[in-house]
């Protein structure tokens, strides 16, 4: 897929998400969307992965962390192939098999069960430790939020990844400065991350992650990256493609026609303008970088 | 009795060998049997018997450091990579510390992760409460899929090791720091899921788990000169617990004591006492610690101190006995619900079931 295609793809996947959202009623929209140039990155042309196979021993492991932005994930699966679009309708509804936040046994395609935020990050570790016992080609993605970062869990297995040099894992950290009580840095501040990062023998990153190309390149650059871990931070929007949800906080765990904002005072309008928003955008949705 | 027991489980001169030591030699046994299994430790490699298997196999060995969180959710992704982890600490820090952890990432993840926790009741001493495990039963057996195990001696707890690695899910086993009297012998049978009649009678029920079934059938044996004979199951897996044998007992001899170095709420004689009142309902007492936490002292102290001693235990048989002769005796004939399996339900060769898709 050219880059052209795989933003084209990102966008509808977001025309998923908001879709998905709005018929679940709940549901985070600000993390799935920002993250969704990243997913369509990754199931499009950087896993080796086979969707009618999701079991297949060889597949590269992509653990969510963040397991509250499992739109973007159960809509990019579907887009793969794991299961028909028709099901994401279903999210979050009796008997589904798309929990409101991931249940490995639940459905094909996912690694673990996530939600609880900061374990993330160790389950790849582990992953990519036993792969290195058994001498394994494939690598662990880890893809987590930034606000994971204020979690214990996640720099005990920040230190253990270093501790055995784990090259086969890379994580991914949605950097979108929210978390659910305002911004990371007056929350818990976390920078500098970088030099945190490399501090525990680590390979630091930084690039748009609304860049399809940067994406992948980065990730070309973490596997080619023989001696260490890679940390690939991911500066993102929030809200990402829907100018009213850009960079609220307010809009991490809501689903589109909830909260009142000053563009879209009809929280009616908030869905219809979401999707109109992404059908006028399509493939335009390209980072500043570009 | 049909069980092998220690011929000299009574005498002044049993033989005395920590529970933990017995961990440690099952789980070498369980790395010649299987090569996925991998062994993962918090910085108490020695004294959680982790060492044996450390040094033979040092590439299949993850020092994690003191991150019990760390410990269980690095477990969690080697078990779903095909590995069959077995991580070990103090129980007060794992489950205690991490149980979140392996709630999500290994009970409803459904991955074969072994939880070892080690230093369990009063009886750990000198370390004092901070380090005297007396919840970990109550915390562990709430938790769908998981098995929970507490073995009577070193013996046991090797067997109960390997019936863990047998077993394709989660399983929690705790073990006591102590020197602990060895009540079985190497021939002894031992099935998840599945009690032992210790001792025949038919006056009382003892259901004891862990360190204290050696008291427990110390008591029997004074009951005895008494003229009162105790029946004692040992109950080793507290869940799934063995109902077959408790509505037995319960039919048979209508009064049951319980026996663990555990907080009384949400031990074993929580999870007997939820089965009977369910199904045969009989008068108990609990031998267990009292809401209350531990403090330092010789081991002999504490348990004294805590009322878990033989002659605690002769006490509350006693009493039981008062209560049973005072309420009408419960009808002999008994169903067995369908539900009182001996044995862990079975499961799929394929852990990763799946639900049919919602149209």
Not at chain 2, 153 to 167: F, I, S
Request: hydrophobic share 40%.
């Amino acid at each position: 897929m050219t880059t052209e295609g795989l933003h084209k793809k990102a966008n509808e996947i977001r025309q998923d998400i908001i879709k998905m959202l709005v018929a679940a009623g709940s549901g985070h929209s600000a993390g799935s969307l920002g993250m969704a140039d990243v997913f369509t990155a990754l199931y499009f042309a950087i896993l080796h992965h086979k969707p009618k196979d999701p079991d297949w021993p060889g597949r590269d492991r992509l653990v969510l962390s963040n397991g509250h932005i499992c739109p973007v994930l159960y809509a990019t699966l579907a887009h793969a192939g794991y299961f028909p679009r028709s099901e994401l309708k279903t999210l979050r509804k009796l008997g589904s098999r798309l929990q409101g936040h991931p249940h490995r046994t639940a459905l094909p395609g996912l690694e673990t069960t996530s939600g609880p935020l900061g374990s993330g990050l160790a389950q790849a570790v582990g992953m990519a430790l036993a792969g290195r016992i058994d001498e394994e080609r494939w690598q662990v993605y880890c893809l987590m939020s930034d606000g994971e970062q204020d979690a214990g869990n996640t720099w005990e297995a920040v230190m253990l990844a270093g501790k055995y040099r784990l090259s086969k894992l890379t994580a991914i950290m949605d950097r979108n400065n929210i978390q659910i009580d305002g911004m990371t840095e007056d929350v818990l501040p976390l920078e500098p991350l970088a030099d945190k990062y490399r501090a525990f023998n680590w390979h630091v990153i930084e690039i748009d992650g609304h860049n399809i190309q940067m994406v992948i390149n980065a990730t070309n650059q973490a596997r080619a990256t023989q001696d260490r871990p890679t940390l690939i931070i991911a500066h993102t929007t929030p809200g990402k493609g829907v100018s009213f949800m850009e960079d609220d906080y307010r809009w991490h765990g809501n689903p589109p026609g909830t909260v009142e904002t000053e563009r879209t005072p009809e929280k009616r309008q908030q869905a219809r303008v979401a999707l109109r928003e992404l059908r006028t955008l399509q493939g335009k949705i390209t980072s500043e970088a570009e | 009795m049909d069980t092998h027991l220690n011929p000299n489980r009574l005498q002044a001169n049993v033989e005395q060998v920590p529970i933990r030591n017995g961990y440690g030699a099952g789980l070498v046994k369980a790395g010649e049997k299987n090569r996925n299994v991998v062994a993962l430790c918090a910085d108490l490699t020695e004294s959680t018997r982790t060492e044996d298997f450390a040094v033979r196999w040092p590439e299949r060995f993850v020092e994690v450091g003191v991150a019990e969180q760390d410990l269980a959710t690095v477990a969690s992704g080697m078990a779903a990579t095909g590995k069959i982890p077995f991580v070990t600490s103090y129980a007060t820090f794992s489950p205690g510390r991490n149980w979140e952890q392996i709630r999500t990432t290994i009970a409803y993840n459904d991955v074969p992760v072994k939880v070892i926790g080690s230093h369990t009741g009063v009886s750990v001493g000198p370390d004092g409460a901070t380090h005297q495990a007396l919840e970990d039963i109550a915390i562990m057996r709430a938790l769908p899929n998981m098995v929970v195990i507490a073995p009577c001696d070193y013996l046991e707890a090797e067997r109960a090791t390997l019936a863990a690695l047998k077993h394709p899910g989660p399983v929690y086993i705790r073990l006591a720091r102590e020197a602990t009297p060895v009540v079985t012998t190497k021939a002894t049978p031992f099935k998840l899921g599945q009690s032992q009649e210790f001792r025949s009678g038919t006056d009382l029920t003892i259901v004891a788990c862990g360190s204290l079934v050696y008291e427990a059938l110390m008591a029997a044996d004074v009951l005895s000169k008494k003229h009162v004979e105790a029946r004692v199951l040992n109950m080793a897996t507290v869940k799934p617990l063995d109902g077959k044998a408790l509505l037995h007992a319960a039919r048979e001899t209508g009064a049951i004591v319980s026996v663990e170095e555990h907080q009384i709420t949400g031990g074993l004689g929580g999870a007997v006492a939820e089965f009977l009142a369910a199904h045969a309902p009989v008068p108990q007492e609990f031998i267990g610690v009292q809401d209350q936490f531990g403090e330092s002292g010789a081991p002999e102290e504490l348990l004294e101190k805590f009322h878990l001693k033989s002659q605690d235990i002769v006490t509350a048989a006693q009493r039981v006995l008062d209560r049973k002769q005072k309420q009408p005796a419960i009808p002999r004939v008994c169903v067995v619900p369908k539900s009182t399996r001996r044995t862990p339900p079975k499961r799929a060769a394929r852990t990763r079931t799946r639900k049919k898709a919602v149209q």
